[in-house]
C-alpha cells in the first residue's frame, strides 16, 4: 500500500514561466499531503501542507503566491512554480500524512532545473 | 521547535569495517524514522522506532531508539560498497505528524 506517483520526475524550464508538479497516490486516499524541497546535498525542508478541499499551511519562509499548491481530490495534490528563477532550482517531493507500517512514503521527487 | 541533530555528516569507512551514526531531537517524541537515499533519487524507507528501546534490524544495519535520551542510533555492520548512499533520520513532532529531518549522513564505503 501507499503508493505515490510523481511527475515529472525531472524539468528544464526558462526563467519567468510555471511549473507544475503532481503527486498522485495510488491506492489510498490522502486528505493531507506534505510537500518538501530538497537543495543539492542538503537535507528535506518542509515547505507545505495541502489540506483535500481547503488552504494549504505554508512553512515560515515559504512563499505562498509563488508555490501554489492545490489538493482539489483525495487522491491528487499538485504544486506549481509560479515565475520561477533559477534559485528554485531544486528537488522537489511529495509525502501523504498518513505513515504506513513502515513509515512515511515519499513520491519520486522532481528535479526542477529554472535556466 | 523540534530540532534534530545527525553526525558525523560524512563518513568514510574501508568495508568490512563497523560504525554508528547518531541522530538526537530536541523535544518529546516516540516515533523517529531512518530513511536511504541515493543519488538523484526520493527517499527508502529503512526504520521505523515507535517506541523507548526499539530495536530493529535488516541486514548490515541496525537502528535503535532512547526516547529519554532523544538518541537514535543506526550501526552499520561489516560494511560493503552497496550501502554508500545518504542516510537521514527523521523525527516525528507530537502535534501533528509534520516530520523534521536530520541533516543527514553521507557514507561512502570504500573497497
Known amino acids: 500500500g501507499a503508493v505515490v506517483s510523481q511527475h515529472p520526475s525531472w524539468v528544464i524550464c526558462k526563467s519567468g514561466t510555471s511549473v507544475k508538479i503532481e503527486c498522485r497516490s495510488l491506492d489510498f486516499q490522502a486528505t493531507t499531503m506534505f510537500w518538501y524541497r530538497q537543495f543539492p546535498k542538503q537535507s528535506l525542508m518542509l515547505m507545505a501542507t495541502s489540506n483535500e478541499g481547503s488552504k494549504a499551511t505554508y512553512e515560515q519562509g515559504v512563499e505562498k503566491d509563488k508555490f501554489l499548491i492545490n489538493h482539489a481530490s483525495l487522491t491528487l495534490s499538485t504544486l506549481t512554480v509560479t515565475s520561477a528563477h533559477p534559485e528554485d532550482s531544486s528537488f522537489y517531493i511529495c509525502s501523504p500524512s498518513e505513515p504506513a507500517s513502515y513509515g512515511y512514503t515519499f513520491g519520486s521527487g522532481t528535479r526542477l532545473t529554472v535556466v | 521547535e523540534l530540532k534534530v541533530e545527525q553526525n558525523p555528516l560524512f563518513l568514510s569507512m574501508q568495508e568490512g569495517k563497523n560504525y554508528t551514526i547518531y541522530c538526537n531531537y530536541s523535544?518529546?517524541?516516540?516515533?523517529l524514522y531512518w530513511y536511504r537515499q541515493d543519488p538523484g533519487k526520493s527517499l527508502e524507507s529503512l526504520f521505523v522506532?515507535?517506541?523507548?528501546?526499539a530495536v530493529k534490524q535488516e541486514g548490515r544495519l541496525m537502528a535503535s531508539l532512547d526516547t529519554k535520551a532523544r538518541l537514535s542510533t543506526l550501526h552499520i555492520t561489516a560494511a560493503v560498497h552497496d550501502l554508500s548512499a545518504t542516510y537521514f533520520c527523521a523525527v516525528e513532532g507530537i502535534y501533528g505528524n509534520k516530520l523534521v529531518f536530520g541533516a543527514g549522513t553521507i557514507l561512502r564505503v570504500k573497497s
Open positions: 523535544t518529546t517524541s516516540d516515533r
Open positions: 522506532l515507535l517506541s523507548n528501546g
